[in-house]
C-alpha cells in the first residue's frame, strides 16, 4: 500500500482521537453500522480531498466499512492532524497522502497520488480534485460517476464550471443541505474560529474591537461567540441584506476602511479576495490580530503585508509578526490558512458527524443513482437532510413536536380563513 504521513509511530495518539471523536458522532455512527452489513459501496473506488482530521478518520472509517476503496489527501497543507494520517495508515490500511506543513509541491502531489487511483468518485473540501481532473487529468473524466463536494468556496468553483459547460461528471453540494451548512459553518466555524485565535495567541477577547468580515452563515457564527466573549463585534459587508442583517443582530457595520483603523483582530470569512489589504495594513493599530477563516488563503493580501514590512519574527507558533517602517507590528495567525483548522483541531465532532452523516449517504446515492443525473451540481436530497435532523436530535435524547392531523389538513387547505 503506499501512502505518505509524518510518523507512523504517532498512530496510537492519533486512534485515541480517533475514538473520542467518534463518540461524539452519533448519525456517522448508525450509518456505518448499516453500511457494514449493507456494504452498499463495495468495490466502489473513491478519492477523499478533506481536511484530515479525527471527525474525517470516521467517514472514511464509515465508507471503508460500506466496501468502498478510500485514498485519502489533504485538502490544505496546515490542517492534517499527522496522528490520525498515522493511525489511518497503521489500523486501517487507508492509503493517506497528507503532512501537516507541506509544501505546495507536496500538496499536488498527494493530491496526484489519489487520483492515480483512478477513482470513481471524488470527495472534495475546495474542488481541488474536480478542478485538477478537469485541467489535467481529463483521460479519467469517463470513469468518474460523480463527486460530492463540502463547503461554500468549493460549491462556487463547481456552479461556475457547471455554468460554463464545463463540469464533466455530477457533483452533490453537501453545503447546501440544512444540516451542513446551518450548523457547520455556523457554529462549527463560530466556535472552532475563536479556539484558533485563543490558541495561537492567548489573547483575552473581552473589550477588543472584534472585526469579521463577511456576514453569510460563517461569519454569523463568529461574530456571535466573539461578542459572547465580550467582544465589540463590527461587521464589514458588500451584500447590503446581511449588513442590515448585522447591523439589528447588534453589531456595528462599516466599510474595512474604517474598521481598519480601530480593529485589534480581524477575521476574514468570505470565500472572495484581498479583503484586507494593502491600504488597511497601512493605518492598522500596532499589535492588530489579523487571520482568515475562509477557505482559501487569499482573503488577506499577504504579499501586501510582507512588501510593508522590515522584519518578520515568529513569536509564538501560528503567529507571524511583521514590523512595520514606522515601529508597527501587525500578526498574522496560521500564515493566513483556516485558523480554526492551523491553529486548533478545526470543528467539533458534534457538527461534523452531520457534515459526514449527508457525505456518507451522497456517496450512496450517487452510487444507486449516477446513471439518471446529469453533469449539474445537485442538492443532497431533502429526506437525506431531514433524517440527519432527526437522527441527530435521537442521538442527543431530545423530540420534536409532531403535527396532529388537524394542524396538517389545515396547513395543507386553502380554503380556511379568517
Ligand atoms: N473555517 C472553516 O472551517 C469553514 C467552514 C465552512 C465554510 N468555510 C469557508 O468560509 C467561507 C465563507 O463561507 P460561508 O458559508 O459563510 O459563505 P456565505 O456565502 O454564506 O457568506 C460569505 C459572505 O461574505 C460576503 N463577502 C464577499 N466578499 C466580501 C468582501 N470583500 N467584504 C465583506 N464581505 C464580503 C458575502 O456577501 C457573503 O455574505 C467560504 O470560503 C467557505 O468555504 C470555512
Known amino acids: 500500500m503506499q ?26 455512527d448508525l450509518i456505518r453500522k448499516r453500511f457494514a452489513m449493507e456494504r452498499p459501496l463495495d468495490g466502489l473506488r ?17 465508507l471503508k466499512d460500506g466496501g468502498a476503496l478510500v485514498t485519502l ?17 497503521r489500523y486501517h490500511e ?7 506543513g507541506e509544501d505546495n509541491n507536496s500538496y499536488y502531489k498527494h493530491i496526484n497520488a489519489a487520483l492515480d487511483t483512478r477513482p470513481q468518485m471524488t470527495m472534495d473540501d475546495g474542488a481541488d480534485l474536480v478542478s485538477l481532473l478537469h485541467a489535467e487529468r481529463q483521460s479519467q473524466l469517463a470513469e468518474i460517476r460523480g463527486g460530492t463536494e463540502e463547503t461554500t468556496t468549493g460549491v462556487i468553483r463547481l456552479r461556475s464550471m457547471a455554468q460554463n459547460g464545463v463540469l464533466k461528471f455530477p457533483v452533490i453540494s453537501v453545503n447546501d443541505a440544512d444540516t451542513k451548512h446551518l450548523f457547520d459553518n455556523r457554529y462549527g466555524t ?5 479556539d484558533g485565535i485563543i490558541r495561537a495567541t492567548n489573547r483575552l477577547i473581552a473589550g477588543l474591537n472584534f472585526v469579521v468580515s463577511g456576514y453569510g452563515w460563517g461569519g454569523k457564527g463568529v461574530a456571535a461567540r466573539a461578542k459572547g466573549l465580550g467582544a465589540n463585534v463590527i461587521v464589514t459587508e458588500v451584500d447590503p441584506v446581511r449588513a442590515l442583517e448585522a447591523l439589528m443582530d447588534g453589531n456595528r457595520v462599516m466599510p474595512m476602511s ?6 485589534d483582530i480581524f477575521v476574514t470569512v468570505t470565500g472572495n479576495k484581498s479583503v484586507i489589504r494593502g491600504e488597511h495594513f497601512a493605518v492598522m493599530k500596532s499589535g492588530a490580530l489579523v487571520s482568515n477563516s475562509g ?42 490558512r483556516l485558523v480554526n483548522l492551523a491553529a486548533a483541531e478545526g470543528h467539533p465532532a458534534q457538527v461534523m458527524d452531520m457534515s459526514f452523516a449527508n457525505q456518507a449517504l451522497s456517496v450512496e446515492y450517487i452510487k444507486n443513482y449516477y446513471m439518471q443525473l446529469e453533469k449539474k451540481v445537485y442538492p443532497v436530497p431533502q429526506a437525506i437532510d431531514r433524517e440527519i435532523a432527526r437522527l441527530r436530535l435521537e442521538s442527543m435524547g431530545i423530540q420534536a413536536d ?3 392531523k388537524e394542524q396538517e389538513d389545515y396547513l395543507a387547505s386553502w380554503s380556511e380563513g379568517t
Open 73 to 89: 489527501c489533504a485538502s490544505n497543507p496546515l490542517s492534517t492532524q499527522d496522528d490520525v494520517a498515522a493511525a489511518l495508515v
Open 295 to 336: 477557505h482559501f488563503n487569499v482573503e488577506i493580501d499577504i504579499p501586501a503585508l510582507e512588501k510593508l514590512s522590515t522584519k518578520v519574527a515568529e513569536p509564538r507558533e501560528f503567529v507571524k509578526e511583521y514590523h512595520m517602517e514606522d515601529g508597527r507590528r501587525i500578526c498574522l495567525l496560521g500564515e493566513g
Open 402 to 404: 409532531v403535527l396532529s
Open 258 to 263: 474604517e474598521a481598519a483603523r480601530i480593529g
Open 3 to 28: 501512502y505518505d504521513v509524518k510518523d507512523l509511530h504517532l498512530a496510537e495518539k492519533g486512534q485515541q482521537r480517533i475514538d473520542w471523536a467518534r463518540q461524539s458522532m452519533g448519525v456517522l
Open 190 to 194: 463560530g466556535q472552532s474560529t475563536i
Open 46 to 62: 473513491l478519492a477523499a480531498c478533506l481536511h484530515v482530521t479525527s471527525e474525517t478518520a470516521n467517514l472514511i472509517l464509515t
Open 94 to 100: 487507508v492509503p493517506t497522502f497528507a503532512i501537516k
